[in-house]
């Protein structure tokens, strides 16, 4: 544009040289071609404005439709899902629930209520744990004659807590199908209890005639004893794992001398330690006794020193317990065989057991998992490290009434 100017009033100073008594009419003519070019550029800026408006018009045009389909499509999704929602704002107030959550707890027209006018007592338990603590929750629990794990999400943006979603996904058929694999589980292992028990005392009284037995039979009696105490040994185990999966064990604290508990049980495995050339070592920083449930600790301490025994080849167990910060804490260290590392999360599994070539006097593969439950009903926690050839340490915290 202003080359344009500057070209044009190049043009009317040549013209002015040439005859300067025209430069009224120079002047006009300049003037006039000066209004038209700018009326020209105008006209084009505001053609191209107007385009660019409807160029964007169409952009938000698209980003607002792709919106609205996104939020029906997520609206339809919630509205739709079989597993219950309710979305809580950080006022109280019920913004959001979806059909199924309606036809589920038999609440309807409860959106724009405050949750404590409107829901029921499970219910309101349940939202006032997600909704006054502002965290993440996921838990299982019992609503009515149905089971449901809770999930919920604050959401907080800019450290704002803006309120709650909850989620409710009903497990009652796999909870009904855990109960039935247990009920018979137990039933099973009560039921074989007492045959068993016939078995191993008719092995015993036919061993004490084995000076009648020549040497095969004694051997086939031998392995016959040996597997039946295994079997009842395991029925057993089976029986104490099912009684604890029931829910809330019943714990008894009572005062109890722990020193003496440990001592009490080294001495039980004290002649198989001596046959294995093993030496027990035990450090106590405890001058009393704790209030702890007895029938758990002794569980756990049997267990722990017969597996240090069983995977050591001579060296020495130690045993230490102490008490800090109303915690009990055991630690059993051997200097045995050791855990594969890739093995170490799967020790307290049900049935797990490194080596299954060891022969008859195995065991069960249950008492670290017994121990692992034991601990749990206690609020307790048990770590384990363990090096293969070298030995493991395992560590037991109980809380102390
Ligand atoms: N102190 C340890 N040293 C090395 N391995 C261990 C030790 N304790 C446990 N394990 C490994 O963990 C597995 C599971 O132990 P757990 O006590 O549950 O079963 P188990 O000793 O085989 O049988 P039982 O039911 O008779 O106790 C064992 O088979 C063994 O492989
Ligand atoms: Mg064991």
């Known amino acids: 544009m202003i080359t344009r100017i500057i070209g044009l009033g190049i043009v009317v100073l040549l013209a002015l040289m040439y005859d300067a008594s025209l430069s009224g009419l120079y002047f006009i003519v300049y003037m006039c071609a000066l209004i038209l070019m700018e009326m020209n550029q105008k006209g084009k800026f505001d053609q191209e404005m107007s385009d660019y408006r409807r160029r964007k018009n169409t952009q938000i045009k698209a980003v607002e439709n792709e919106r609205i389909l996104n939020q029906k499509i997520l609206k339809t999704l919630i509205k739709t899902m079989s597993s219950p929602m309710l979305y809580i704002d950080r006022n109280g107030i019920i913004c959001f629930t979806n059909n199924?959550?309606?036809?589920?707890?038999?609440?309807?027209?409860?959106?724009?209520?405050?949750?404590?006018?409107?829901?029921?007592?499970?219910?309101?338990?349940?939202?006032?744990?997600?909704?006054?603590?502002?965290?993440?929750?996921?838990?299982?629990?019992?609503?009515?004659?149905?089971?449901?794990?809770?999930?919920?999400?604050?959401?907080?943006?800019?450290?704002?807590?803006?309120?709650?979603?909850?989620?409710?996904?009903?497990?009652?058929?796999?909870?009904?199908?855990?109960?039935?694999?247990?009920?018979?589980?137990?039933?099973?292992?009560?039921?074989?209890?007492?045959?068993?028990?016939?078995?191993?005392?008719?092995?015993?009284?036919?061993?004490?005639?084995?000076?009648?037995?020549?040497?095969?039979?004694?051997?086939?009696m031998e392995i016959l004893l040996k597997e039946s105490e295994r079997m009842q040994n395991l029925i057993d185990d089976i029986l104490v794992l099912s009684k604890l999966e029931r829910p809330k064990q019943e714990l008894n604290h009572v005062f109890v001398d722990v020193n003496k508990l440990i001592e009490n049980t080294i001495q039980l495995f004290q002649e198989l330690a001596n046959e294995k050339g093993i030496e027990i070592q035990f450090i106590t920083m405890l001058e009393d006794g704790l209030v702890l449930d007895y029938k758990s600790l002794k569980t756990i301490i049997t267990n722990l020193i017969s597996n240090?025994?069983?995977?050591?080849?001579?060296?020495?167990?130690?045993?230490?317990?102490?008490?800090?910060?109303?915690?009990?804490?055991?630690?059993?260290?051997?200097?045995?065989?050791?855990?594969?590392?890739?093995?170490?999360?799967?020790?307290?599994?049900?049935?797990?057991?490194?080596?299954?070539?060891?022969?008859?006097?195995?065991?069960?593969?249950?008492?670290?998992?017994?121990?692992?439950?034991?601990?749990?009903?206690?609020?307790?926690?048990?770590?384990?490290?363990?090096e293969l050839n070298k030995g493991s340490e395992f560590t037991v915290h109980i809380p102390v009434s």
């Open 308 to 386: 240090a025994i069983k995977y050591s080849d001579g060296g020495i167990i130690r045993i230490s317990v102490l008490y800090k910060e109303g915690t009990m804490i055991l630690i059993v260290k051997d200097h045995g065989k050791g855990i594969a590392a890739k093995n170490i999360p799967l020790i307290f599994d049900r049935f797990f057991q490194e080596d299954r070539s060891r022969g008859i006097d195995m065991g069960t593969g249950l008492g670290l998992s017994i121990v692992k439950k034991v601990i749990e009903n206690n609020n307790g926690s048990i770590e384990v490290v363990s």
């Open 100 to 220: 199924s959550f309606k036809d589920n707890f038999g609440l309807s027209d409860i959106q724009g209520k405050y949750y404590k006018d409107v829901l029921g007592q499970g219910l309101l338990q349940i939202v006032q744990e997600c909704y006054l603590f502002e965290k993440k929750y996921n838990e299982t629990r019992k609503l009515g004659e149905r089971y449901y794990q809770v999930d919920s999400n604050p959401l907080i943006k800019n450290q704002l807590f803006y309120g709650t979603i909850l989620l409710f996904v009903d497990v009652s058929k796999v909870k009904e199908i855990e109960k039935f694999q247990k009920q018979f589980l137990s039933d099973v292992s009560h039921e074989l209890k007492t045959p068993m028990s016939a078995i191993i005392g008719s092995v015993e009284i036919l061993n004490r005639r084995s000076g009648d037995m020549d040497e095969i039979t004694k051997e086939f």
